[in-house]
């Protein structure tokens, strides 16, 4: 069975970190380009960050550029996104993603073949 599982997630006061882990099964990450998305309650789900299949390119959304970082692990076949200064309004379901190539529409979620079923992430103030 071809899936992404997130993991990592749980409950963080203000200025704490967390580190979500993105781990392929039934296929190799190594030919994919990874993004994170989350959705907040009620609100739409938005990209967070895009890391390109090697690593070397990666992008991340204004709200969380400087405090979130993507990295990957292809001998491991997981992609992790750690995430510090954390703040209330990083509150919600974060979501790993595949897609065969890199490129600027990679936050907007467009083209993505595999996701993940979300790992909740709750930072209290």
């Known amino acids: 069975q071809l899936q992404l599982v997130e993991s990592g997630g749980g409950w963080v006061q203000s200025g704490g970190s967390l580190r979500l882990s993105c781990a392929a099964s039934g296929f190799s990450l190594d030919d994919y380009t990874i993004g994170w998305f989350r959705q907040a309650p009620g609100k739409e789900r938005k990209g967070v960050s895009c890391?390109?299949?090697?690593?070397?390119?990666?992008v991340y959304a204004n709200a969380v550029k400087g405090r979130f970082t993507a990295s990957r692990d292809n001998a491991k076949n997981t992609v992790y996104l750690q995430m510090n200064a954390l703040e209330p309004e990083d509150t919600a379901v974060y979501y790993c993603?595949?897609?065969?190539?890199?490129?600027?529409?990679?936050?907007?979620?467009?083209?993505?073949?595999?996701w993940g079923n979300g790992t909740l992430v709750t930072v209290s103030s």
């Open positions: 890391i390109s299949d090697d690593g070397s390119m990666s």
């Open positions: 993603a595949a897609r065969r190539y890199y490129g600027g529409t990679c936050m907007g979620a467009y083209d993505m073949k595999y």
